[in-house]
């Protein structure tokens, strides 16, 4: 991939990277659900992540951000560079690739695409698959919080509840969103959140694809929520809205950006105002 233009775009289908396997300037990573969805068969030198790299881990909102020194450490041992091109699929539609590439984004680093319907797609039109674990080469990256714009912070989201140019697209289920289910001190959903559920954009006749653009947009702007707005997208932990994020970057939100805390950090507090 000598010239920009010959980067794959940001939705690959199967048969795109399957042609594209040799690249030295690929990395593919599978970041599954099921840990064990690597070793029953993976894209060709594709590496493994673990999806909890990819949260701090601890404390009172463990799903949030890593700091910049566990971003570098991360990124470091996927074998990261700046010319890297990474493709990101997972075994579930979306979500944890979705959240990796949300982060690639944070830390700016924008020569990234999705495999459409991650692994389902890729067995499903029957291409070649390997078993045997593939081994980074360690790079010395530093990862550094170069777009912060891409994620938002509880305070913000507080202060702009009356903002009628932000609008909060909801990941979670219709039950949580109602506050008829959540394991949270508080249940319920954001007030003026509007709620698609991260796998109704999903297309489940065709291996859990991203459904078709313009009825998603179609849907979307039913909810109020439009390409030219400023959209903020959460679920539990940013790993569902990981693939709503994208989603909306695909169909062209330009101003779309994630919340890391989530309900995890919303749902658990006393001063935060909450809809049922």
């Known amino acids: 991939m000598s010239s920009e233009d010959n980067l794959l775009p940001l939705i690959v289908e199967p048969e795109q990277l399957a042609e594209r396997l040799d690249e030295?300037?690929?990395?593919i990573v599978d970041v599954p659900l099921k840990?064990?969805?690597?070793?029953?068969?993976?894209?060709?030198?594709?590496v493994f992540l673990d999806h909890r790299r990819l949260m701090v881990g601890s404390g009172e909102v463990p799903n949030d951000v890593?700091?910049?020194?566990?971003?570098?450490?991360?990124?470091?041992?996927?074998?990261?560079?700046?010319?890297?091109?990474?493709?990101?699929?997972?075994?579930?539609?979306?979500?944890?690739?979705?959240?990796?590439?949300?982060?690639?984004?944070?830390?700016?680093?924008?020569r990234y695409s999705y495999l459409n319907g991650g692994i389902q797609a890729w067995r499903a039109a029957g291409l070649e698959q390997s078993?045997?674990?593939?081994?980074?080469?360690?790079?010395?990256?530093?990862?550094?919080?170069?777009?912060?714009?891409?994620?938002?912070?509880?305070?913000?989201?507080a202060e702009r509840l009356a903002d009628r140019t932000l609008a909060v697209w909801d990941a979670r289920s219709p039950e949580e969103y109602r506050g008829e289910k959540?394991?949270?001190?508080?249940?319920?959903?954001?007030?003026?959140?509007?709620?698609?559920?991260?796998?109704?954009?999903?297309?489940?006749?065709?291996?859990?694809?991203?459904?078709?653009?313009?009825?998603l947009i179609t849907?979307?702007?039913?909810?109020?929520?439009?390409?030219?707005?400023?959209?903020?997208?959460?679920?539990?932990?940013?790993?569902?809205?990981?693939?709503?994020w994208l989603v909306g970057k695909a169909l062209g939100f330009e101003k779309i950006r994630g919340y890391p805390g989530s309900w995890q950090e919303w749902g658990n507090r006393d001063d935060t105002p909450i809809e049922t």
């Open 24 to 27: 030295p300037q690929l990395l």
């Open 35 to 46: 840990a064990d969805s690597y070793g029953e068969g993976h894209v060709p030198g594709a």
């Open 66 to 110: 890593p700091d910049e020194a566990a971003l570098s450490a991360l990124f470091a041992s996927l074998g990261l560079t700046r010319d890297t091109h990474v493709v990101a699929y997972d075994d579930e539609g979306g979500g944890w690739a979705g959240r990796l590439l949300w982060t690639l984004e944070l830390i700016g680093h924008t």
């Open 131 to 157: 078993t045997t674990p593939h081994e980074p080469t360690p790079s010395d990256y530093r990862a550094e919080i170069l777009n912060p714009a891409v994620m938002i912070e509880r305070e913000e989201i």
């Open 182 to 215: 959540g394991q949270n001190k508080h249940l319920g959903h954001i007030p003026g959140a509007v709620n698609m559920q991260w796998t109704d954009a999903m297309d489940r006749e065709r291996n859990l694809r991203i459904r078709d653009y313009a009825e």
């Open 219 to 244: 849907e979307l702007e039913a909810l109020g929520l439009t390409p030219d707005m400023e959209v903020v997208t959460h679920c539990q932990s940013h790993h569902r809205s990981g693939f709503t």
